[in-house]
């Protein structure tokens, strides 16, 4: 992977961001344009993009509750033609040192039970599954909820 430049979205990232998201997941998965704005603008809610030769890779949207210490990954999404070469790793790294910074002990996630690189990367990362929970997606389909404790650094 060549140096890759983690920042934080701005406004103008949002059409990039959605059509990101879109081809990452099936429909009724992939969150439409109200969604994603929901997901990105409400209160608690942090947007890092992975950027490289100024084109955007991959993004993460996290809702951290700084009261409860606690954190929750919304989504992490890399271009399918960028995978497993790192991006989401660093994008997941640089999630936890803010999360750190921020005093987050525990977070946690969904992610669908038949998303099997997905929960491969979770588990390399640390994450344990907690539960599935039925019928979680708009799909029919199943979510597993991991979590992960932070250690300090
Ligand atoms: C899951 C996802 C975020 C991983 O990001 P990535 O940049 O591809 O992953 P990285 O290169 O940082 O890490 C690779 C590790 O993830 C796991 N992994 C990722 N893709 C994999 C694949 N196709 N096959 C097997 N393992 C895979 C492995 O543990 C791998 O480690 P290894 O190469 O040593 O075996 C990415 O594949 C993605 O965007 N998928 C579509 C959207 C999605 O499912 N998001 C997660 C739900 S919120």
Known sequence: MAKALIRHAV????????????????????????????????????????????????????????????ATIITLDVRENHRRSGYGTMLLKRAEDMLRDYGIEIYDLQVDVSNRNAVRFYNKHGFTLVRKLPNYYANGNDAYLMVKELQRS
């Open 11 to 70: 406004r103008e990232d949002f059409e990039t961001l959605l059509e990101i998201d879109e081809a990452s997941f099936p429909g009724g998965v992939a969150y439409d344009a109200n969604e994603l704005a929901y997901f990105m603008n409400r209160e608690g809610a942090e947007t890092l993009v992975a950027e490289e030769s100024g084109q955007i890779i991959a993004f993460l949207i996290m809702e951290v509750r700084r009261n409860r210490r606690t």
